[in-house]
């Protein structure tokens, strides 16, 4: 089981991301790209989408993990972008144990299991204004 301290944020782009830091300010936070994010968007789009959001928000205290389950080129892309961590497919072969390796080398976590659904929080950040976005997480935190 795949065990995250910190408060999970599925954002689907920069306004979740953007959100997220409002509201948790300078907490540990782990921003999750989308589902398959990784064969959908591509890596260089989450790097791009984290990028901003760190330079909008310097103080702000958040992983970066990218959903590359169903594309293993994307992790591999991940890594060399420099992201915080990955998802994959469960382990099965070599080539899980390499990326490992590799992600460890970068500093970056390779995951092989995603957080189980309740310890996810789903921002509707593809159909909710700003404010109500900040206002539901918000309250979600407590």
Same mark, same amino acid.
């Given at each position: 089981m795949t065990v995250f301290h910190d408060p999970v944020i599925r954002i689907?782009?920069?306004?979740g991301a953007r959100s997220a830091c409002r509201v948790l300010a300078d907490r540990p936070f782990v921003l999750l790209s989308p589902e398959h994010a990784a064969q959908i968007n591509g890596a260089q789009w989450f790097a791009d989408l984290v990028g901003l959001t760190r330079d909008e928000f310097p103080t702000a205290a958040f992983r970066a993990? *990218? !959903?590359?389950?169903?594309?293993?080129?994307?992790a591999l892309a991940a890594l060399e972008i420099? *992201? !915080?961590g990955v998802m994959i497919d469960p382990p099965g072969d070599r080539q899980t144990e390499n990326l490992r390796d590799m992600g460890r080398q970068r500093g970056c976590q390779v995951f092989t299991a995603p957080p189980p659904s309740d310890a996810i929080y789903e921002m509707e !950040?593809?159909? *909710?204004?700003d404010r109500e976005l900040d206002r539901r997480l918000g309250a979600s935190l407590g």
């Open positions: 689907h782009g920069i306004k993990i *990218l !959903d590359c389950r169903g594309r293993m080129s994307g420099g *992201l !915080d !950040d593809h159909r *909710l204004p």
